[in-house]
């Protein structure tokens, strides 16, 4: 198999814009949640997507959804653009699990219904196979079959996320957009919607697009990690090496944050400023140098470059002088 | 003397199912300074038992106990008119969501200002500048500015930091803070926990965090109480619960999660099976038993309290045959 037919899912330079009204009489300001984002995901490969809230990881989710359109550039499955795609045809091979079991369930649909309900739309099979495919997923996410005729309030949270996970796999899809899908849940059920995820994708050779802001969950869980920061992309590595080496003084912040069970660690010091970005006020040079506790003078006015790493790359003016050799004097 | 004392607290509530035990019979004790996380998941309580301090409990939720007295004063028998002299004033809570917990239609300075002028005659003025002086101290710049602007014009870390300084308008000896940083970003939630840190060590206040993240009570506190059904299942520093867990729940809770270096990156992790039980109706013996993997016939009887070493209390039976385990 040569390398393109690994790529299962595709970004060309996406970039999405919203108009942001600023009061009756004021001019609408252009808010740009994804900015020139390019991303390849390899056929059954786990790529988490890490940042803070605002960075535009959820808006990223709907567009490979096809629930929003980019403002410019390309998503393609398997080397099809999504745009030139049925939105039908696309959800049979991306299909999500959203973070909040409470609200993604419609609370008057019993639970058959629910999973039944994707079945239904793409008009496969009769009512009694419908039910028995049903049937199979709860085996599968381990569901007992007398939940049939339950509604979701009368779940769990854990179960809930069960239904969410069979109703997003009944109908055999390729990728899975896992949207913080353990964020509302409590630790011990974590546990189990993660052992969980990690089976059926061996079992199922799913593809996981898995969004977090939990990084000690995307250690344990992703294959290759995208941090974001204020719409763009700003390092891509494999997952042993962003851990172990993080180029991106904010991938730096975000893993000094991780707060692990250890009574002899007090709570880490960021570093990062107090100065909250606004992204509807765009700063000159690189987007996170406000913040960044190492900036350089080059970093307020130079958009940062990519500087490649062995496994991935970052961009970032400090990265770039770590990684390649000191320039030679031109004469 | 203690600041707080909370000797075997019970909270019922009333359903149409019967009675549904949500606290039944915790004791704790809490000095000046210190730090008390009371970590379980949801539906263990943790939740009610700080309302209950607060006497903020639902109105159909009864609250009874052998004793709860803050500074000396006890709080069974107080009036209404002394529990609000003390609310908000000596006593002060931190809300988990601060984007519900602050008026919308009020400005900051205007909610801030409140909170000392209900509590204390003084000038606006004063309490102008208290408001500024302590939204500097959370880290907030620009405080004048921020003074007049609305609970919607501002994120939802400087919300949250705006609720720590209303707590301390008054100089409170004790803070109650529910969740106070899981609606948080990590950078964040690593700012604002220095942030109380640092005004605990200011203020000498008493400060009781109530979380599910066991990162963070492993961080901030000096004692842990871990709840499951109701119950301190386990207590003792933060250093006994952490190193040495002995009840099951708390050793299960502390396999549940990834940790860096730790956990195997891929491979399944530990998991509590089963569910938590239903609290209403006649409870008896360990409430974990069903999810246990080492219960006995004995578990369904009474359970003493065990302590393996002095200020580390374990309420489980089976403590010998996990030793032999170990």
Redesign the interface.
Request: hydrophobic share 40%; net charge negative.
């Given at each position: 198999m040569s390398s393109k037919d690994d790529t299962i899912l595709e970004l060309r330079d996406v970039t999405r814009t919203f108009r942001i009204s600023q009061g009756m009489f004021r001019q609408k300001a252009t808010l740009t949640a994804v900015a020139g984002v390019s991303l390849k995901v390899k056929r059954g490969e786990v790529y988490a997507l890490v940042g803070?809230?605002?960075s535009g990881k959820s808006t990223l989710a709907k567009m490979l959804l096809g629930l929003l359109p980019p403002s410019s550039g390309e998503i393609l499955i398997d080397g099809t653009p999504i745009a030139a795609t049925d939105r039908i045809a696309v959800a049979r091979r991306i299909q999500p699990i959203f973070q909040d079991p409470y609200s993604s369930l419609n609370p008057r649909k019993s639970i058959s219904q629910l999973i039944a309900l994707p079945l239904v739309v793409h008009g496969i099979g009769t009512s009694a196979e419908r039910q028995k495919k049903v049937a199979e997923m709860l085996d599968v996410v381990g569901l007992p079959r007398r939940l049939l005729d339950a509604s979701p309030s009368q779940l769990?949270?854990?179960q809930r996320q069960r239904v969410a996970i069979a109703r997003a796999l009944v109908m055999k899809p390729e990728v899975v957009i896992c949207d913080e899908p353990t964020s509302a849940l409590?630790?011990?059920?974590?546990?189990?919607i993660?052992?969980l995820l990690?089976?059926l994708k061996k079992e199922l050779g799913l593809t996981y697009f898995f969004i977090s802001?939990n990084?000690?969950?995307v250690?344990?869980?992703a294959d290759r990690v995208a941090v974001m920061y204020l719409g763009r992309f700003v390092e891509e590595r494999t997952?042993a090496g962003l851990?172990a080496q993080p180029r991106h003084p904010y991938t730096r912040?975000?893993l000094?944050?991780?707060?692990?069970?250890?009574?002899?660690?007090?709570?880490?010091?960021?570093h990062?400023g107090?100065?909250?970005p606004n992204p509807l006020t765009p700063v000159a040079g690189c987007a996170f140098h406000p913040r960044c506790p190492s900036a350089l003078e080059i970093c307020r006015v130079a958009p940062p470059p990519v500087a490649q790493q062995p496994d991935g790359w970052a961009t970032c003016h400090l990265a770039q002088a770590a990684s390649s050799p000191a320039p030679q004097p031109a004469h | 003397m203690a600041l707080l004392e909370v000797q075997n607290l019970v909270i019922d509530i009333p359903t149409d199912a019967g009675v549904l035990h949500a606290v039944s019979g915790i004791s704790f004790s809490l000095e000046r300074g210190e730090t008390l996380a009371i970590v379980g998941e949801s539906g263990s309580g943790k939740s009610l038992t700080s309302l209950a301090l607060m006497d903020l409990l639902p109105r159909r939720a009864q609250r009874k106990a052998d004793r709860i007295a803050f500074d000396g004063t006890d709080l069974q028998s107080i009036s209404a008119s002394g529990m609000r002299k003390l609310r908000g004033n000596r006593m002060a809570m931190i809300f988990q969501e601060p984007m519900t917990s602050l008026n919308p239609s009020y400005t900051i300075g205007n909610q801030l200002m409140e909170a000392l002028t209900c509590h204390r005659r003084v000038p606006a003025k004063e309490a102008r500048d208290r408001a500024i002086h302590l939204l500097e101290k959370v880290g907030i710049t620009a405080a004048d500015k921020r003074m007049g602007q609305y609970p919607h014009q501002l994120s939802g870390g400087l919300r949250q930091r705006v609720m720590i300084a209303m707590a301390l308008m008054c100089g409170p000896d004790l803070i109650i803070a529910d969740e106070p940083t899981t609606a948080l970003d990590v950078t964040i939630q690593a700012q604002i926990l220095h942030l109380i840190a640092d005004l605990q060590k200011e203020f000498g206040m008493a400060v009781i965090l109530i979380t599910h993240d066991l990162g963070v009570v492993a961080r901030v506190a000096d004692k842990v109480g871990v709840m499951y059904a109701g119950r301190l299942v386990e207590t003792g520093s933060a250093r006994d619960v952490f190193k040495d867990p002995r009840h099951p729940y708390t050793r299960g809770l502390l396999e549940c999660i990834p940790v860096p270096g730790r956990t195997q990156p891929g491979m399944p992790l530990g998991a509590i099976r089963g569910q938590v039980p239903n609290l209403i109706g006649k409870l008896e013996g360990c409430a974990f038993r069903n999810r246990c993997d080492f219960a006995a016939g004995e578990c369904a009887g009474t359970i003493p309290l065990a302590a393996p070493t002095p200020a580390h209390d374990v309420r489980c039976v089976r403590l010998p045959a996990l030793e032999a385990t170990a």
């Open positions: 803070e809230s605002g769990s949270g854990g409590d630790v011990s059920v974590q546990a189990q993660l052992n990690l089976e802001h990084l000690a969950v250690e344990h869980l997952r851990f912040a975000l000094e944050s991780v707060l692990t069970p250890d009574p002899d660690l007090g709570v880490p010091d960021t990062l107090a100065t909250f | -």
